[in-house]
């Protein structure tokens, strides 16, 4: 079937018209133009809890969840009651609160690298900043990061980058300089010797490795046992800092993210979405000793206007809190199991080539022949037939990832009755991609 019969509605598609003639594509950032898939994106009016409401009055099922951070659904009443509360004091001091401590200690009681930890704006500072503080600790250039790997719109690390750059073929983007890019090494996802050589020939010039410990930014892709170990104890031999790119994983895989998940831990970690309970806001930690580089308590320079801003710390917090106290994984754990099960079933009833992958609360339906274990295997997916099985399923209210190389994610408000409407939503679209 034509895409365009399960196209965007009419009013969508007028403010998309309207908003191409002021923003670069229609929008302020690339992934949600769904380039990857043709047509017009959705416009959004509102949100409640599983749900979204485009501007046409059409309800969706939402995996997106604004591409992490909605783990406890949309208008959460907690966090919604700490931002009014928030909003009645000031919406920015730029002065200490006691807030930010109070994010903070949740923080590195959360994440077992943590012991110090600075707030920012976006996921895309935390790791900018992260790679920065491992430079300036180690005194050495280069970086190595994975092929298919996502971590923000970094100069030196939008190089081989997943994501939107991924999906719109632009792993290298005009104007990131060669000297910008020049440090940075990649390699393949999950191959462990290629770490272990590079070490070998580059001994003591490493500052840091980089990487999506579960990799949501080629679509779903887990890291092996093997490959984790490799990573933690090259770096620790040679003396390069190991960072977790947890901006996904972080409070999504378990409280204390992949790390806790995989029991593995890095030396720096990196957060956003989750952290900021739907709000602007990341954070990059680590241990004492590196994150004491950084200033004023050392030379590192790293700053922020609006950096631990009352309104996005009051959300952050209250979402930290209902994870620790209600922590919520095996009931997402089973919503993915259950969800997991059922797309894999009505692709193999139809016939159509695919795998799942899954960890947790973040799940692919590839379009591939066979597990996908690197961007290799990631860039060889039918996403001709991704683009229909996303538009059948739009049709259907199921607004999913608009591009095969991201994850879908769903929270505390999904219940086992809209996992199985979806997977029956499936069952259909998939069943019309065979025609
Ligand atoms: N790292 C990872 C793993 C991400 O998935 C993203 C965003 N999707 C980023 C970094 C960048 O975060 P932000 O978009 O908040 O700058």
Known sequence: PDPKTFAAGPKSIAAFQTACQLMPGGVNSPARAFGAVGGTPLFIDRAEGPYLHDIDGRRFIDYIGSWGPMILGHRPPEVIEAISKALERGTSFGAPTEAESRLAQQIIDAVPSVEKVRLVNSGTEATMSAIRVARGATGRHKVIKFEGNYHGHVDSLLVAAGSAAATLGVPDSPGVTPGASQDTIVLTYNDHEGVSNVFAEHPGEIAAVILEPVVGNMGCVAP????????????????????????????????????EYYGVTPDMTTLGKIVGGGMPLGAYGGRAEIMNQVLPAGKVFQAGTLSGNPVAVAAGSATLERLAKQPPYELLESLG????EGLDAAATRHGVDHVVQRVGSMMTLFFHHGP????????????????????????????????QFEALFFGVTHTEAMIDETIAAADKVLGRLQS
């Open 372 to 403: 996908v274990s690197s961007w290799n295997e990631a860039s060889q997916c039918d996403r001709e037939r991704f683009s229909r099985y996303f538009w059948g399923m739009i049709g259907e209210g199921v607004y999913m990832p608009c591009s």
């Open 224 to 259: 092996t046992a093997e490959f984790l170990k490799t990573l933690r104890e090259t770096t620790q031999r040679d003396g390069a800092v190991l960072i977790f790119d947890e901006v996904m994983t972080g409070f999504r895989l378990a409280l204390g993210g992949a790390q």
């Open 337 to 340: 199991q259950r969800l997991a």
